[in-house]
């Protein structure tokens, strides 16, 4: 196993910026995936698409990749009738990125994270309980792991409680292997957990049932998160001052921004994202300013951001291992 937490806090100690990836769905959409599909079912019927999403993002320049499995739990899985096939389509996703990530990085360490994506479902609403998403999660990281995920990403979460449990969950079943392999406790894989937030009409950010940013990131960390962060939502632009907002109770956590291509319109019957490749990357630096420790791109991102993000960093010297 990696140490892919050692891999972070070295980088922050030279002041460097690890790259992560952009979005999977879109990519995937390109390539056929239908509107109202499972994406994840391409991990075992389509898997030389998924595979291309990931050597996509690999030969932009990425340091990181995540996971075709963000709606791989099984509650999600369990609205196409897949929930039985949740270990064997998260390991699949994994396997499929590790694979490239191993023969695709040109002298590159590129590192994999497994995508843990929300339920779907309200703890507050009663329609499911703690230890329901605990066991989904559990399962969900189980397979993640056995295809090989150096690291899990619970992603794009507006409940810190369900959050906690996703957390926990990457983490017992981190422990449970490290028993069984005799991994070093600092090899554990690290959890990254990113929640989405919104501005309000009083200047706050909250996420979809009310949490604030100091409250979302404090219950991560104490859940276990060794990365936290923020994904989704608006652009860089906004992204920036939420870092700095968690900066100003929390100098040390590494930071993770995977950001939207701007806030999306309709037009013409389509969803369009109005921030290209070159805007992003015109800001990336002031969001690592603001205390950004790996970048990357969310919903109407891709490729081409990716490479803009990495010739951003290397101009002003901020790239990961440069």
Request: glycine share 12%.
């Amino acid at each position: 196993m990696n140490n892919f937490s050692k891999v972070i806090r070295d980088a922050m100690a030279r002041g460097k910026v690890l790259v992560s990836d952009g979005a999977w769905g879109t990519f995937l959409h390109r390539r056929g995936l239908e509107p109202g599909d499972c994406p994840e079912t391409w991990n075992l019927s389509r898997p030389s698409d998924v595979a291309a999403v990931a050597r996509a993002y690999i030969d932009a320049g990425s340091d990181m990749i995540l996971t075709n499995s963000f709606g791989a739990n099984p509650f999600r899985l369990a609205h196409f009738g897949e929930e039985s096939r949740c270990f064997e389509l998260n390991r699949a996703a994994a396997e499929i990125s590790r694979a490239e990530a191993s023969h695709g990085g040109a002298g590159r360490d590129v590192f994999v994270a497994g995508s843990m994506g929300p339920s779907g479902h309200f703890l507050a609403m009663g329609d499911v309980s703690e230890q329901a998403l605990y066991e989904g999660f559990h399962i969900q990281a189980e397979g993640l792991l056995a295809g090989g995920a150096q690291g899990f990403c619970v992603e794009t979460m507006s409940d810190p409680v369900e959050a906690a449990c996703a957390i926990r969950a990457a983490r017992d079943v981190s422990r449970i292997a490290a028993a069984k392999n005799n991994w070093a406790p600092a090899s554990l894989p690290p959890v990254f957990c990113t929640f989405t937030f919104a501005k309000t009409s009083g200047g706050e950010y909250r996420t979809m049932i009310g949490t604030g940013v100091r409250e979302a990131a404090l219950a991560a960390r104490e859940a276990g998160a060794s990365v936290i962060g923020t994904n989704c939502g608006g652009g860089f632009s906004q992204m920036i001052e939420i870092v700095r907002k968690i900066r100003s109770f929390d100098a040390e956590t590494p930071i993770l921004v995977h950001a939207n291509a701007g806030l999306p319109r309709y037009e013409d019957g389509k969803t369009v994202f109005p921030e290209g490749p070159e805007l992003m990357a015109s800001m990336v630096d002031e969001l690592v300013i603001a205390g950004a420790n790996i970048v990357g791109g969310c919903c109407g991102t891709g490729p081409d951001h990716i490479r803009a993000f990495v010739r951003a960093l290397r101009h002003s010297k901020r790239r990961a291992g440069e």
